[in-house]
């Protein structure tokens, strides 16, 4: 019901829009997946039984020309693991200021990575979805302004952005936001060459204790007991409360049309905090036979660095708390910093077959190997149709 509404309303503001003289786009795409892994062991939201949902999404997206140098543009999303519970990913409003320059303002994609712009769009790129290791990160979006610039430099296309505002995510069942976010692009390309580089920086808050997830509630409660007991140093340092962090990205792309290859790497950094550095990058190659494009993606994701905090921690124990509070107490600060470790490979398999213009059916084969721990190894089969109209 919330979509049907969501979708009529979009469709009562184009006719409107359209009574209007204004020139107006309506178009589409959808992703169709089912994924089903070897184990009951949970990889990308899949585990041993059979999923529809978790990776579908269908969207609406309407654009309308305002004047002469002004574009309006909504999108409307609605994803399977949400109950199709539709809403507003994009709402923006572009000003053409000329040939090369252009601003936008209002609920805009963060140009983080290659494909940002057509994240959701699984047509338009040869995997089932984007390599999960570098693109799964807890914000996609940015409700602020963006400046573009595009340059010709002889063959080659030179497209650099600022991005500035807030955004939220959700990090371990709780709202993560971030302000004052600013982020840096550059893209250089031509027919066949594409590389590009990213940083950013932002003011992050993160309240645990607000957190839907017993895991979240659990270390947001249990840095309160760390200030309650005395340590309130400790606790400051721990919490992730209007602290800097900053996004890096590289990646480089050549396609020639026949065949493929490039890849992509991030690091992610939250100071000051329980978070440890977040370091990915996947290589991918593929080649295509009329309709048929088999691919093959190596991922590789680690979150590195010693635990931090250590004298202040050590602090505890010398205390003259009680041994059990005290060791207790530790525990939280030093597994908070630990449970946020990851390290795994994945390597996948990918086959698109071009059934017609528009849609393609998709499949693929990960197997994902975790360093230190291959309990947690598992084999994922996902099969997609990706459609855009």
Known sequence: MKLTKTLLTLAVAA??????????????FGNINTGITSTDDSFLGYDDTADFSNESLFAL????????????????????NEDYSPEFEWAYLNYEINDNW???????????????????????????????SVYNVPFNNIDGLKIVNTTNLNNWNLNTSLSVGQYKGTILGADNIGQNAVLLSAQLSNMEWTFRGVVGRTTT??????????????????????????????????RVDEDSGEFYGVSFMYDNMEYFFG?????????????????????????RFNKWTPSITYERFESNGDVKFADQIAAISASSLPSETAQGLSAIAIGAQMAQLEDYDVVTATLRYDLDAGIALKGDVSKVSHENNDTLDATLLRLGVNFVF
């Open 61 to 80: 997206q309407v654009s309308g020309d305002i004047g002469k140098n002004f574009t309006a543009t909504a999108q409307v999303l609605a994803r399977g």
């Open 263 to 287: 890849g992509e790497a991030t690091s992610i950094r939250l100071n000051n905090t329980f978070a440890n550095d977040d370091d990915a990058f996947y290589v991918t190659a593929g080649a």
């Open 15 to 28: 006719s409107f829009s359209a009574s209007s003289m204004a020139e107006i786009r309506i178009n589409g």
């Open 205 to 238: 808050t993160l309240d645990l204790t607000k957190s839907g997830l017993e895991e979240g509630q659990f270390l947001g409660n249990g840095f309160n007991a760390i200030e309650a007991a005395g340590f309130t140093e400790l606790a400051d340092n721990l």
């Open 102 to 132: 252009s601003a936008q303002a209002g609920r805009l994609r963060l140009p983080l990575f290659s494909f940002s712009d057509s994240l959701d769009v699984a047509y338009s790129y040869h995997w089932v979805t984007a390599p999960s």
